[in-house]
């Protein structure tokens, strides 16, 4: 085995919190804060030091990547996956450590970065091509792949101010598609775009994986980095929090570094309910089909929503019938299920227990839902949380088998079904 | 005619064995910034490409943004040469002191003059206003501002066809130690604004109010340049003199090239030598102070 074609080595980089707050320095300032130091130090007045907190963005980030690998990057907001991007291409310095790469680097933090809206859709592929790296020789020789990728043919010399925000972006795209380095460092660039050319763009970056190319691809879509990556990093607050095989590190990421509190409510000491209250529900939680609580599942998993009772003092509640319902952010209630519906109510329990209700391949897209639950006891109902029992967190997850999972964002419930034609 | 160099076939060379060789030894680390910056030539060679594609953009968008396209860059001297003519050679009674009429003295002044305040202006904001660029892709920075000296020669040369045209109709013709030393005189006034347009735009990024500051720094600095004046006005200032000389390449430049272009006064070789040295350091400090912030820009920026 070769050298690998990137080694990252106790990578570090601070900002000073200062510098962040305000970015914007004035001159102005600047020199009569220089002016007053003077004025102090003469009059030996005691030196003020300026307060300055140093933020360290990412620290000691060690790991290495084989020829060809395709490298998936995750991590909440802030946990240094776009610093850890911008030292990648170059843009910021590192503070320590130290970055080998053996390739020609091309990196794609945004698409259509230098596009101008003055230009032509033909002038702007040679200027964004130019922009990221490309000569003109190659941009010439692959001008018609592009063009078609990007389906514009009939508005090549129309300046792209005119275009449709889609014809704009895929113009964008494509050009990015055609870039042929050997290591590819790619931003969150599926972000954009209408599903079906999400699916068009992840449908490219899978040819350039496969093509043998090393990628680092940072995403907030797990089903994406799923798809696309063997391998991949996890950072939480500027370290590296794992790395290994993209279904373990995935698995990782909505184990711990996801908050458990997400989906939590303070049910035990809750008011808000209807009910006897002869038994109640005092905790949720959602598991993995290993038995782990997770705080959140990835649509076509399977998962177990558990619900802790308690039932009072002195009673024996019989003929109990446990639901549980999700909805939808905006309130529309999409799915339930009682125990009953499947053929099971409960009898003789003990005092305190948990209630789990299986669910075979989540047929939800990535979204938050509120999750409520309800139980009655001889058709009387015993305990009913208003503002419902917590909350379950989908991320975005390989429902139909087919290493996709782009899907239509605004709908919620996912369809299985098979195709053909008669 | 400005119509993208891309269309043209016959510029097509082929880098390919330059490429294969890039590309065998591309092994290469980032780390962090050494205090001393040095200057990547190799690396800014490979950039030609975004070079030459960043001016075509300024070029064509500038053209293709005005109604009046290249009418712009001939009304702009022009309309300035009849109104600074009227205020300070009919009202004020400034002369040119070497007999050269004062329309065309004015104008080859000018036309120095605006070509280095149009590049430092544009050189210092090169950084800002194409933030979206510094921030998502890498690139060596130098190429920003060098952009911007570039894409001015534009001006210059149409600017330059106007005086050929004014030497002609006032029976003027230039000396050949004026052809010969005008690339020097060119060269001279391209590393001067570059120097200080590296300068300012490092400063630029950091300091936001430098861009208010600016107008008010290029205004002044016309008035302590021979462009309205001759040098010779200054023949009892001698101190003001060597200062302007000493400090201000761009003085040196404009009293030589009105010297070897319209032949009215003596060409001063020795002033010439001041100039390119004090631009050769002008445009040392201004790379270096360049290269050593350059690695911050996108943090700042």
């Given at each position: 085995m070769s050298n690998p074609i990137i080694e990252i080595e106790n990578l570090g980089k601070k900002y000073r919190i200062g510098a962040l707050r305000e970015p914007y320095l004035s001159l102005r300032d600047s020199v009569a804060h220089k002016a007053k130091h003077a004025w102090n130090v003469l009059r030996r007045k005691e030196h003020v030091q300026q307060k300055q907190e140093d933020f360290w963005a990412l620290k000691d980030v060690s790991f290495s990547v084989n020829e060809g690998e395709a490298v998936g990057i995750i991590g909440r907001n802030g946990a240094g996956k776009s610093t850890l991007l911008k030292i990648l291409s170059q843009i910021t310095p590192p503070t320590e450590g130290k970055i080998t790469m053996r390739g020609r680097v091309a990196s794609l933090l945004e698409v259509g970065t230098g596009f101008h809206p003055e230009l032509s859709g033909r002038e702007n592929i040679f200027l964004n091509g130019a922009i990221l790296g490309m000569t003109r020789k190659e941009i010439r020789r692959k001008f018609d792949e592009i063009v078609a990728f990007a389906e514009i043919e009939m508005f090549l010399d129309t300046p792209v101010k005119r275009y449709s925000s889609g014809m704009y972006v895929r113009l964008a795209f494509a050009v990015a598609a055609h870039l042929e380095p050997e290591i590819l460092v790619v931003d969150e660039v599926l972000a954009v775009g209408d599903a079906q050319f999400q699916k068009k763009c992840l449908g490219k970056m899978q040819d350039v994986a496969k093509g043998g190319r090393t990628v680092l691809f940072v995403s907030h879509n797990m089903a994406a980095i799923e798809g696309l990556c063997s391998k991949a990093v996890l950072l939480e607050k500027g370290l590296l929090q794992s790395s290994g095989l993209a279904k373990n590190v995935i698995e990782a990421y909505l184990e711990d570094v996801l908050p458990h509190h997400l989906n939590k409510t303070d049910l035990r000491n809750s008011t808000d309910r209807s009910g006897t209250g002869d038994i109640r529900l005092v905790d949720f939680w959602i598991e993995n089909n290993a038995g782990k609580k997770v705080a959140a599942v990835s649509s076509g998993k399977d998962c177990v929503f558990a619900l802790e009772y308690e039932s009072a003092i002195n009673v024996q509640p019989k003929n109990i019938d446990v639901g549980i319902s999700l909805s939808s952010p905006s309130g529309s209630h999409l799915v339930q299920l009682y125990s009953s519906y499947v053929g099971q109510v409960f009898n003789d329990l003990p005092q305190t227990g948990v209630f789990r209700c299986q669910v075979p391949k989540l047929p939800l897209g990535p979204n938050r839902y509120t999750v409520g639950g309800r139980l009655t006891a001889n058709e009387i109902e015993a305990d009913n949380p208003i503002s419902g029992v917590g909350y379950l967190v989908v991320e975005a997850g390989d429902f139909y088998g087919t290493g996709k999972g782009v899907y239509h964002p605004n709908i919620p419930l996912l369809l299985d079904g098979t195709w053909d034609t008669k | 005619m400005l119509n993208g160099w891309h269309c043209d076939d016959n510029q097509e060379y082929d880098n390919t064995a330059l490429y294969w060789i890039v590309n065998l030894k591309t092994e290469f680390t980032i780390s962090p910034p050494g205090r001393l910056a040095r200057i990547n030539w190799p690396e800014l060679w490979r950039y030609r490409d975004l070079f030459l594609v960043l001016a075509w953009r300024d070029i064509s968008v500038r053209y293709k943004q005005t109604?009046?396209?290249?009418?712009?860059?001939?009304?702009?001297?022009?309309?300035?040469?009849?109104?600074?003519?009227?205020?300070?050679?009919?009202?004020?009674?400034?002369?040119?002191?070497?007999?050269?009429?004062?329309?065309?003295?004015?104008?080859?002044?000018?036309?120095?003059?605006?070509?280095?305040?149009?590049?430092?202006?544009?050189?210092?904001?090169?950084?800002?206003?194409?933030?979206?660029?510094?921030?998502?892709?890498?690139?060596?920075?130098?190429?920003?501002?060098?952009?911007?000296?570039?894409?001015?020669?534009?001006?210059?040369?149409?600017?330059?066809?106007?005086?050929?045209?004014?030497?002609?109709?006032?029976?003027?013709?230039?000396?050949?130690?004026?052809?010969?030393?005008?690339?020097?005189?060119?060269?001279?006034?391209?590393?001067?604004?570059?120097?200080?347009?590296?300068?300012?735009?490092?400063?630029?990024?950091?300091?936001?109010?430098?861009?208010?500051?600016?107008?008010?720094?290029?205004?002044?600095?016309?008035?302590?340049?021979?462009?309205?004046?001759?040098?010779?006005?200054?023949?009892?200032?001698?101190?003001?003199?060597?200062?302007?000389?000493?400090?201000?390449?761009?003085?040196?430049?404009?009293?030589?090239?009105?010297?070897?272009?319209?032949?009215?006064?003596?060409?001063?070789?020795?002033?010439?030598?001041?100039?390119?040295?004090?631009?050769?350091?002008?445009?040392?400090?201004?790379?270096?102070?360049?290269?050593?912030?350059?690695?911050?820009?996108?943090?700042?920026?």
């Open positions: - | 109604v009046l396209g290249v009418l712009w860059a001939i009304l702009q001297p022009i309309t300035t040469m009849i109104i600074f003519t009227f205020i300070f050679n009919r009202m004020a009674g400034i002369q040119s002191g070497d007999g050269t009429p004062y329309p065309i003295f004015l104008y080859t002044g000018q036309l120095i003059w605006l070509y280095f305040s149009g590049t430092v202006t544009k050189a210092s904001q090169s950084l800002v206003v194409n933030a979206s660029l510094v921030q998502k892709i890498y690139f060596p920075r130098l190429i920003l501002p060098a952009t911007s000296a570039t894409t001015g020669l534009i001006d210059f040369f149409i600017a330059l066809i106007i005086l050929a045209g004014m030497m002609i109709w006032y029976g003027f013709s230039p000396g050949w130690i004026g052809l010969l030393t005008f690339p020097i005189l060119l060269l001279t006034s391209i590393m001067c604004a570059m120097g200080i347009g590296l300068f300012l735009a490092s400063i630029n990024v950091k300091y936001r109010d430098v861009r208010h500051a600016l107008p008010f720094f290029i205004s002044t600095l016309m008035y302590i340049t021979p462009v309205i004046y001759p040098v010779s006005m200054l023949d009892n200032y001698p101190w003001a003199k060597i200062a302007m000389t000493w400090l201000n390449p761009i003085s040196g430049v404009i009293t030589n090239a009105r010297a070897g272009l319209l032949g009215k006064s003596e060409f001063d070789w020795q002033v010439m030598w001041i100039s390119l040295l004090v631009s050769i350091v002008y445009l040392i400090i201004g790379l270096r102070h360049f290269r050593s912030t350059e690695r911050y820009f996108a943090d700042i920026a």
